[in-house]
């Protein structure tokens, strides 16, 4: 099955730029990236997707490597509200959704 | 639009029980997946539902199961629970499949403590 790494942890000023990184080298050609975040007692809540293209939307950015080994989510100017575990997911090829283990995103005040 | 509800909220089961839960998805959605969240293992999928389908299933032993029906409702059911059991409990739905482009859409999740 396709995985991904995350960084466990990161911090961010608020209003400063958030780049959050995923690694998923075993991705196949038909595998989706996916990002989820996640609230303190909620459930997960989209944030974007994308296959192969750099994707905007009014949330965040997402920035896939040529080589679709690795992805980057970016928040423009994070808030306090933004402080989530961010999850990146892919999905496609295995017929399986597989959750990394997740960033937990701190912004500092 | 009302958004995906899950029942009960929380739960408590002891040993060798077992529980149904429930979720009503979206209107108009007709993929169902449910997933288990502990703090040891995380986020991990069981199984997806599509059109009163089981299309695709996660690797959990068969104590997990679950159903569709009609209406796009789904059920997840766990037998002889045992004490790892004890999780939050997720349901998501999309419109379309769950391995397409749609965005997956999250309950709040059901609670389960098994003592």
């Known amino acids: 099955d396709a995985k991904t790494t995350q960084p466990n942890s990161m911090e961010s000023n608020e209003e400063e730029p958030v780049h959050l990184p995923c690694n998923h080298s075993?991705?196949?050609?038909?595998?989706?990236i996916h990002w989820y975040r996640q609230l303190p007692s909620q459930g997960p809540e989209y944030v974007i997707h994308g296959l192969t293209s750099n994707v905007n939307n009014r949330m965040a950015s997402l920035a896939i490597a040529e080589d679709r080994k690795s992805s980057t989510l970016i928040l423009h100017r994070a808030t306090l509200r933004d402080a989530a575990v961010y999850y990146c997911?892919?999905?496609?090829?295995?017929?399986?959704?597989?959750f990394g283990s997740g960033t937990q995103l701190t912004v500092l005040p | 639009k009302a958004g995906v509800t899950q029942t009960p909220r929380y739960l408590i089961k002891t040993r060798g029980q077992q529980v149904t839960l429930s979720c009503s998805p979206i209107?108009?959605?007709?993929?169902v997946s449910w997933y288990q969240q502990t703090p040891g293992q995380g986020l991990q999928f069981l199984f997806e539902?599509?059109?009163?389908?089981?299309?695709n299933k996660g690797n959990f032993p068969g104590r997990f199961s679950g159903r569709q029906f009609s209406n796009s409702r789904s059920e997840m059911n766990v037998s002889t629970l045992e004490l790892g059991d004890s999780a939050l409990y997720l349901c998501a739905s999309v419109d379309r499949g769950l391995f397409g482009t749609g965005e997956l859409f999250f309950g709040e999740g059901s609670r389960l403590t098994v003592l």
């Open positions: 075993t991705i196949s050609g038909t595998d989706y």
């Open positions: 997911i892919l999905t496609g090829s295995a017929r399986q959704l597989t």
């Open positions: 209107s108009g959605h007709r993929s």
């Open positions: 539902y599509f059109s009163e389908t089981q299309r």
